[in-house]
């Protein structure tokens, strides 16, 4: 613009009008430009990801009727207010890394192979705990994350300690992860993922919470203690601050978000404690697992032994089941893992093997008070998934979940297809055994048909204001070459009358009128 106007000043005349209008309206463009920018600059502060953005929680061990305390009385609302399902129907095992893997992949154990929290893989010969290994049984599953981070296109994932995120798979190691941390505290754990989506740089669209509790206190005092009616409380807490960061950020009407936990809890007096010791040679077999269900290698040429007294043993005891691999039920979606036992027990309700020893002497440490123990209980999980105590939770809310709607129970597998459908994204070559079917009237509107971008919008208007103030230039400068031209026509007619009259008061008045219309120009 200065260059044009350096041009302008060398070439016009002295009374070149062009020169003025243009730096008029220059000087009005460059003004309001700046404003402009500041738009485009305020509406990318915290460069919210342009796909749409999905938030998964999950409260381990927070069992369906938990709610009916009353100790939660936010989540009660957000329940009411969205979708949820009176409960959700957890794979077997009711383990935490088994579901929260099954919830990520939309597979059942079987499948991707991790049949429990601490598992033997009899081709590596190893006993697998948290691990690389544990969680890469099938190179073919494509947790959600990984999914959502391959589709590339500005999409980024952000996993907060939930079970297995911190690994690659397929090649793809997710933009933001942080491994399992108790010490980190709950409202340090909501403001780092919140910024996450809020990453100046690469922002998430895709974030995946994981807290400990209430499973945590439940195996140490059991599900209907007080301390567990605390930790209840406690999460009504860390969801009030959840909702208010919310709120209070770019995130508002923006975010969905999911809640869910993996499983329920089982109260297990301490009487209910099955010694294997009593019915079979601990020297003839390898125990792997946690109760109440464990995995039986029996030592080379001790197979038949080893069955034969593990049978004996239940059938006198009447509390727990002894399965051979074949005889392991259908419906629990185990046995035809290449990591499954070739012997397999479950313990009855409310039972668990002699594994838990070590465990509950913790827990008594943990009791003081306690003087006799006999009338007491600790907690665990991993029962058959339709025992009513196994149910876990579920509920939805945001821009894209109905409100105030519920819908049937579903088994947890069932996600993953939603998670795909909220984020707009295709299902992996390998399918997952979870159906959309089951969770479709959870949305409230096909996503692939219904999400478009909206940060284009912003470009749109500014382009329009833009639009806008040039044109008011160019009308600005057609209506000075209008009014110009009307004064240069009567300056030539006042120059006609003076040469015409001849005489001196004419030429005084000729001089006078022309020195009104430069006085006009020049105000003008």
Known sequence: ADDIILTLKKTRRPDDWVFKVFKFNMSYLLFVSPLIVLVFCSYRTYSISEHPLL?????????????????????????????????????????????????????????????????????????????????????????????????????????????????????????????????????????????????????INLGMMYFEQPDLIMHTFGPDSPQLNQQLARINLIVEYLIDRIKNSELLGKLNVIMLSDHGGQ???????????YYLDNSTYSMYGVSPNLQIYPNPGKYDEVLNSLRKGAEKSGHFFVFTRDEIHEQWHYKDSGRCPPIFIVADVSYVFNDLLVNIGKYKKKSPHIKDFSNSSFGTHGYDPLLENMRAFFMAFGPLIKQNHTVAPFVNIDLYPLF????????????????????????????????????????????????????????????????????????????????????????????????????????D
């Open 55 to 203: 938030l998964i929680i999950s409260f381990d061990g927070f069992r369906y009727n938990y709610f009916d305390r009353n100790l939660t009385p936010e989540l009660l609302n957000l329940r009411v207010n969205g979708t949820y399902s009176k409960y959700m129907t957890s794979v077997f095992p009711t383990k935490t890394f088994p579901n929260h893997f099954s919830i990520a992949t939309g597979m059942y154990v079987d499948v991707h192979g991790v049949l429990d929290n601490k598992v033997f893989d009899s081709s590596l010969n190893r006993y697998l705990t948290y691990s690389y290994e544990l969680f890469h049984y099938n190179k073919d599953i494509v947790p959600i994350w990984t999914l959502n981070e391959k589709k590339g296109d500005g999409r980024h994932t952000g996993c907060m300690m939930w079970p297995g995120s911190n690994y690659e798979y397929q090649g793809t190691t997710i933009k933001h992860f942080q491994i399992y941390n108790e010490s980190i505290e709950w409202k340090e754990r909501v403001d780092r993922i919140i910024s996450w989506f809020l990453d100046s740089e690469e922002p």
């Open 267 to 277: 109260a297990v007096p301490y009487t209910h404690v099955i010694d294997l010791n």
């Open 420 to 523: 795909a459908e909220l984020l707009d994204l295709e299902l992996p070559l390998t399918k997952p055994n979870g159906s959309f079917i089951f969770v479709e009237d959870i949305l409230n509107i096909k996503i692939s048909e219904s999400y478009t971008d909206t940060g284009p919008t912003i470009y749109i208007i500014a382009g329009v204001i833009i639009g806008a103030l040039c044109l008011i230039v160019v009308i600005s400068i057609i209506l000075h070459l209008k009014r110009i031209e009307s004064l240069k026509q009567r300056k030539s007619s006042l120059s006609s009358y003076g040469v015409l009259a001849g005489s001196e008061e004419s030429s005084q008045n000729f001089e006078g009128s022309k020195l009104l219309v430069t006085s006009e120009f020049e105000d």
